[in-house]
């Protein structure tokens, strides 16, 4: 009871770092067994704050002479001769410690575990690559290393040893890009950049090679991308599938002209096999983006489109490849055509046909409606909203109609109905759907409070549709109209803001900046400014 008394009052002057006082009353406890688990950590602590090496390194050599089986102790007396230069006698110990663990695995996690939770990192990595050499295995505790590398920030070793790992486990690559992802800074990139090269003349396994896509997509480098997946494509028979992934990629940041160059040499490469199809259809639906995004839209481009897509259909061969051809056609002809009947008849005729998937029928449905929407036959177009309800009930298809229904019901001012339809999508499963449907029904809430007529809000709904259905110069002539009959209306900076992004897609920026800046001037606190 005496001595616990006294460990306790240690640990007093130890809580407040008197440490002077603490070591004196641990160094009487720390040699013996029944005590010196309680006090060993404090105790060692204790000496290494007041640099009494010397002192450190006699107790624990005792404890180690009478103990050899505590390898934590070995490891501290390791660091404390590093510390306080006991060249001789750390050789020695290290020595012991390498023969203890250089044939028991067990004993070497033991004491990895031990050097790292002592930040003992140089240890650590003499010690692993000193064992790799024993053993003849050059790729041994990769990961290991690789963890010690990661924490002590040695960017070139990490990847040395990363690089090492994916030629012994290839099928791990997908982690090795994360762990760089997470990890690296723009600088680190390069180091790999450099690494690769020099590993990947050497190397028959393509491994390093798929790295570099990686790598070169990180940098949006779509085209070295593109280079190094065509050897890969070419060696590992891949069938020209790893070439549409970068083109998809490229597309998805706007790299339009380099996807374009990929999905060409694929449909050249790989005409009248498997992935042709998909590859071209891939091709034409990038040269869309970029017809469309051009104001006006140029009609002998989207004919030209259209040519293009009939043409693919008489070598397509599986409904499904059909169904999504047709599907992109109807929509050129609804929305930049104005041919309505054309895209509604090519729709009726997928939502017929047997044989493509859920998603291709959902999809040609939900075009329906749109399109019957443009073309203001708005009963059928709540009526087929209503239809995929039905037939894909608690399916994010039946979600994404139920929110046009309400949007449709929105534009036909119906806002009470719109509303209780916003309210069960609240809690969709889609947090997209969700999200939109909150932002609509504050919108109605908070533009209708003060104005039981809805006048206002009805004309902004009105030039909403009209903007939807690219009417343009009608739907701003409806927000101007809102502007000069309700001035000042709460729905003032809503109109602004839409008005810059109508002024966007028809290529008038002078415009589109006046108005962002007539939201910023006036509303500046608003989330809309913040926007803007």
């Known amino acids: 009871f005496g001595q616990q008394k006294d460990i306790a009052l240690a640990d007093e002057f130890f809580a407040v770092n ?10 009487k406890h720390v040699l013996k067994d029944d005590f010196r688990q309680t006090v060993y950590e404090n105790y060692r602590e204790c000496e290494l704050k007041l640099k009494e090496y010397n002192s450190l390194f006699k107790t624990l050599k005792k404890i180690n002479k009478s103990h050899p089986e505590l390898f934590l102790v070995l490891v501290d007396l390791l660091d404390v001769e590093k510390l306080g230069e006991f060249t001789k006698d750390y050789n020695k110990d290290y020595k012991r410690l390498y023969q203890a663990v250089k044939d028991d695995d067990y004993t070497l996690y033991q004491v990895a575990e031990y ?17 790799r050499s024993h053993k003849k295995n050059e790729t041994l505790y990769a990961q290991e290393l690789i963890n010690i590398y990661q924490l002590t920030g040695n960017t070139a070793g990490l990847i040395d040893e990363a690089l090492l790992y994916i030629r012994r486990s290839p099928q791990d690559i997908e982690a090795i890009e994360n762990l760089f992802q997470s990890d690296f800074k723009e600088d680190d990139y390069k180091i790999l950049e450099q690494k690769l090269y020099e590993n990947i003349g050497n190397e028959t396994h393509y491994v390093y090679r798929e790295l570099l896509v990686w790598y070169y997509i990180q940098q949006k480098d779509f085209y070295e991308a593109f280079v190094q997946q065509r050897s890969i494509d070419i060696a590992k028979t891949e069938k020209g599938y790893g070439l549409l992934k970068i083109a998809e990629i490229a597309t998805s940041n706007e790299a339009y002209d380099q996807a374009i160059e990929i999905l060409v040499y694929t449909c050249e490469k790989y005409e009248g096999q498997e992935v042709y199809v998909e590859a071209k259809t891939n091709l034409i639906e990038v040269k869309e983006i970029q017809v469309k995004s051009n104001y006006p839209v140029d009609s002998v481009q989207i004919n030209k489109l259209l040519t293009d ?9 599986s409904q499904s490849e059909k169904a999504r051809i047709e599907h992109n056609q109807a929509a050129l002809y609804a929305f930049y055509l104005h041919d309505n009947n054309k895209a509604i008849e090519i729709l009726t005729k997928i939502t017929k046909t047997a044989g493509i998937s859920r998603t291709r029928q959902a999809n040609a449905w939900l075009l329906l409606g749109d399109v019957y929407l443009l073309d203001d036959q708005i009963g059928d177009a709540s009526l087929t909203y209503f239809n995929i309800e039905n037939r894909w009930k608690n399916s994010i298809y039946a979600e994404t109609a139920k929110y046009k229904n309400a949007q449709l019901y929105f534009y036909t001012g119906e806002f009470d109905l719109s509303q209780s339809m916003l309210d069960i999508l609240k809690r969709a499963t889609s947090r997209e759907i969700s999200n939109d449907a909150i932002d609509l029904s504050i919108f109605i809430k908070s533009n209708s409070g003060l104005d039981t007529s809805y006048d206002a809000l009805q004309l902004y709904a009105d030039a909403d549709l009209l903007l939807y259905q690219k009417k343009y110069e009608q739907s701003l002539f409806t927000f101007d109209e809102l502007l000069t009959m309700f001035p000042n209306h709460s729905l003032t900076d809503e109109v602004y803001w839409k008005k810059a992004k109508l002024f966007k897609i028809i290529k008038q920026q002078n415009k589109q900046i006046e108005q962002l800046k007539l939201l910023i001037t006036n509303y500046g606190d608003d989330i809309l400014a913040d926007d803007a």
């Open 309 to 317: 897509y009939d043409e693919l259909l008489l070598v397509a061969e």
């Open 18 to 27: 008197d440490y002077s006082k603490a070591v004196d009353i641990y160094h």
């Open 115 to 131: 050097l790292e939770d002592r930040k003992m990192y140089s240890l650590y990595i003499q010690l692993v690559l000193e064992l």
